[in-house]
């Protein structure tokens, strides 16, 4: 097992990445105020590891409430949020009482917010169970639910006590999933680390094969990247914007196809996609570098073409992104492989990519 | 015009007060990110004070959203709420749009809770239209709705920009919100400062005739103290928790008769009673202390004795209280008039209390 630490001016958690680490209950145990969680979770993560959670906890004295929720990007919404607030209501739960996410990016970003409202803020521990989860979305504090008009509208900054990344999880991950956790790790290298890039070029095989040893660098390596960038900028005033890298066009295409439709992930992938032909287009990158963007998204799996939603709805769309300042749309674009930065698109170029040759074959 | 500072670990924020400041637009237009507001107020205010204050805004050239919602303390619920959120993704407001609460405790805590989460955090000023805003709600930065299962339980901690209390405001004040008010304000003197209670003896009658420098000292003098005490424990770890006088027993009674039927001030005048009540079980004040405690809140036009919820459903309501413990209640209690503690009631105490004649007559 490796620990990072995430510093932050208020707090400091740790990291803890390896395997076997479900059964290690004191990585757990030694942040409770009192002995009593409320276990968030879906039904999908639920049948697979609810059971042994449990049992190592109640093994440990810990009294349990499991809140089991329906699994998927469309249930990440208020009525599901208040699911969880019932439960701990119902069941009495106090300001000293831990929640743990037990879960994917959603069920982490929901019971993180749960946690940051529920009787104004009590503690929690993420539990990633997906690659993605687990090298983005429980680091780092960024917790929400979606608006029918935006995706992750409605949230807060809050901070874990702790994440706990068990590699063992991802055995039972779906292809599909594992692809979308492969955008996240990709993203850190286009943003901020060449050399990143073409490790994972190299060792995207072992990655899908689901080496243990590949994974665990690949989740360490992008955690140690969103550490920094966190520490720095907890609230997103500047830099961690960039952690935002194929966001504004990926959110655009989830809120467009419906919630669920593309995974995350997916649309992080074509986003980032449309991030490289919006960067060539400004003359930062060449074809080479688009191609070597393409090449290494497909490698991971992921759809590196856009659906075709129509130049005026991506726009639409896009104009909720949070990055919005004065009513003009900002991007993570690449000054080159491995540098991002946050910039405004002339209009031509934004719509000369949004009808290039990555848009389009998919309803 | 007097300010007063809040001082916290991240942040400071002034707290004017005083008459016609609903014109000086400076107050505001100094504290905003972008020349754009959304002013969030009730269908009550909005009739009397929405027209002059977007006059002297957009005069200022500020671009200005009203958002309307329903009066009352049934309606602080998430659907409320989420007008507030559809209002301002449907106008594409943004991270540096500021947030205005034009309103009662009512609308400044769900315009905090909204401004905590919308976007995961905008910056909102505080216009408190009602005194029990002005002395309490508006300063500290609680924010929170109701859930059906108990007041306030969803929130969060969020510091408004600065806060603009205007006597003139309180000229259109009903008299039972005036009275609702003066709860709060009796509390600070019960709580921390037995001279200032001595103040509101002799001064309640031209408290209540509206005096307006009479107004101003008692607003001044409460939000000296609540921001002495937020300053040194923001988030409720410790002290904080004494300005809760009689709100355990308060809570119980507006939940126990459905949210809105008594004012929170009412309510909260009552609970003191009781406070008072259990403190004389106790041995810490004696009969003529918890006499001078009904007859200054009989004066303030305050019920003095709560409606008979039946034991049993008193001890249900309480313990959805935020300061519960390890399953215990703790009540914020009197050592002597200026003096709370927090402290844990004897159950055979707790059911005297409820059984005395501080409690019955009302159903």
């Known amino acids: 097992m490796k620990t990072l630490d995430l510093v932050l001016p208020d707090t400091r958690y740790p990291i803890h990445i390896g395997q076997q680490l479900l059964g290690k209950v004191e990585l757990i145990t030694s942040h409770l105020k009192q002995p009593r969680v409320a276990i968030v979770t879906n039904t999908t993560v639920a049948a697979l590891y609810l059971e042994p959670l449990l049992r190592s906890l109640e093994q440990a004295g810990i009294d349990c409430l499991p809140v089991i929720l329906p699994d998927g990007e469309d249930f990440k919404t208020w009525d599901t949020l208040n699911q969880i607030f019932d439960a701990l209501l119902s069941h009495r739960c106090e300001r000293g009482t831990t929640l743990i996410a037990l879960g994917g990016g959603v069920i982490g970003d929901m019971t993180g917010f749960a946690a940051a409202c529920y009787q104004r803020g009590v503690p929690f521990i993420q539990i990633p169970t997906t690659l993605l989860a687990q090298v983005d979305s429980s680091v780092g504090g960024k917790t929400a639910i979606n608006h029918p008009q935006g995706k992750n509208m409605i949230g807060a900054f809050y901070q874990p006590q702790a994440v706990i990344a068990d590699m063992d999880l991802l055995d039972t991950l779906p ?10 790790i990709i993203k850190y290298g286009l943003l901020g680390d060449e050399q990143f890039l073409g490790w994972l070029e190299q060792n995207m095989s072992a990655l899908r094969k689901r080496d243990k040893q590949a994974l665990a660098y690949a989740v360490e390596h992008s955690c ?13 005033q500047g830099m961690r914007a960039l952690l935002n890298l194929g966001h504004t066009f990926g959110h655009a295409i989830e809120a467009g196809l419906g919630f669920g439709t593309w995974l995350h992930g997916e649309a992080v992938g074509a986003g980032m996609q449309l991030a490289a ?3 060539r287009q400004l ?10 963007v393409e090449a290494v998204l497909k490698q991971a799996g992921l759809p590196t073409v856009a659906p075709a939603l129509g130049t005026a709805r991506w726009i639409e769309l896009m104009g909720h992104d949070k990055k919005v300042e ?13 540098h991002a930065v946050v910039a405004k698109l002339p209009a031509a170029i934004l719509e000369q990519t949004l009808n290039s040759r990555f ?4 309803a």
């Open 326 to 338: 004065g009513g003009e749309i900002r991007f993570v674009l690449l000054k080159s492989l491995g």
């Open 283 to 292: 003359g930062w990158l060449d074809q080479a570098q688009v191609a070597r």
């Open 224 to 236: 140690k990247m969103k550490a920094d960038i966190v520490a720095q900028d907890e609230k997103e």
């Open 175 to 184: 292809e599909r999933e594992l692809s979308a956790g492969l955008a996240e």
């Open 277 to 279: 032909e919006a960067s």
């Open 359 to 362: 848009v389009g074959n998919i």
